[in-house]
């Protein structure tokens, strides 16, 4: 027979789900609604005799903790100095390892903390293109590895029919994925503008570092990041942009590379309608490789 708490567990935990819950961080919850009173005997205990002579508002200072403004000094940094250490770090990467160790110790954005890995590329870093998209998912973050989930496996089928697969041992017949986040945002949640904005110099210096012959920018926040637009995707697709990096301490020394926007994967599994808009930018895009003799 279900007991009184077990009901209430299961409601909870179902409560959790419909919420976007779908992973927990620790082994036990934590009330964050219960603020644990500060230990007043062991605050007055440890006041030196030095100390007697105290105001009574430092005596109340130690009592409620660190304001607010000090906590936030705290990691993560603020949005200014997260971007420039971002730029700082990617300008000094100089191989894709040294990327990837860059991006695993920046502290300037709080996903990390949640995350349970790094998901830095898959595919062959010689092939001639190379596809951005949003950020990690369950999956990928389980695994370290972008696009390893349902929609991964349909951006694989739609690779394959013009004859790129990630797993080809022929640079040439390659692809090379990454993302414009590292780490998985909790429930899949759209990324924050901060943390694309800080995630840019990264996937910028990637791409600098890969020079890829063609750059495929998958879903809107994706292309609006790279190209610095604020259309919609259903714009931005269907023609050839010319991409450059928008960090400013990047650009020098970069060259334009082609650059296409295409639905992503999980819009067509909702959407599948729209299967043939992603079969045309196929088409472009082995056009491209045709035309500038890549296949
Ligand atoms: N969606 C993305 O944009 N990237 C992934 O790696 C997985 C899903």
Redesign the pocket.
Same mark, same amino acid.
């Given at each position: 027979m279900t007991s009184l708490a077990q009901t209430a567990y299961k409601a909870a935990l179902e409560w959790y789900v419909d919420n976007g819950v779908d992973e927990a961080l620790g082994d036990m919850s934590v009330d964050r609604t219960k603020i644990t009173p500060p230990n007043v005997t062991s605050i007055l205990h440890n006041l030196k005799p030095e100390k007697e002579g105290s105001s009574t508002s430092s005596v109340m200072q130690e009592l409620r903790g660190p304001s607010p403004q000090a906590a936030q000094d705290q990691t993560p940094l603020g949005a200014s100095d997260a971007r420039a250490e971002s730029v700082k770090l990617a300008q000094e990467a100089s191989t894709l390892e040294e990327l990837r160790e860059a991006i695993a110790e920046f502290e300037g954005i709080s996903l990390k903390k949640t995350a349970t890995n790094l998901?830095f590329c898959d595919g062959n870093p010689k092939a001639p293109v190379m596809l951005i /998209? %949003? =950020? *990690? $998912?369950a999956d %990928?973050d389980r695994l370290g590895k *972008?696009?390893v $989930?349902q929609? $991964?496996q349909l951006l694989d089928k739609i690779f394959k029919c013009i004859g790129l697969d990630r797993a080809e041992e022929d640079p040439a017949k390659s692809i090379y994925i990454s993302?414009i986040l590292n780490w998985r945002p909790p429930g899949n949640r759209t990324p924050a503008p901060g943390e694309v904005e800080a995630s840019l110099p990264f996937i910028e210096r990637h791409i600098q570092l890969v020079q890829p012959k063609v750059l495929v920018f998958? /879903?809107g926040v994706s292309a609006k990041a790279l190209l610095g637009r604020t259309d919609g995707i259903s714009r931005m697709r269907k023609l050839w942009h010319g991409y450059l990096p928008q960090t400013p301490e990047l650009k020098s020394g970069s060259e334009i590379i082609p650059a296409i926007a295409t639905y992503?994967p =999980?819009y067509l599994l909702r959407t599948p309608s729209q299967k043939k808009a992603v079969w045309a930018d196929m088409l472009m895009i082995q056009q491209k490789l045709k035309e500038t003799g890549i296949v």
């Open positions: 998901v /998209g %949003e =950020a *990690p $998912g %990928e *972008p696009f $989930g929609s $991964g993302n998958c /879903g992503h =999980a």
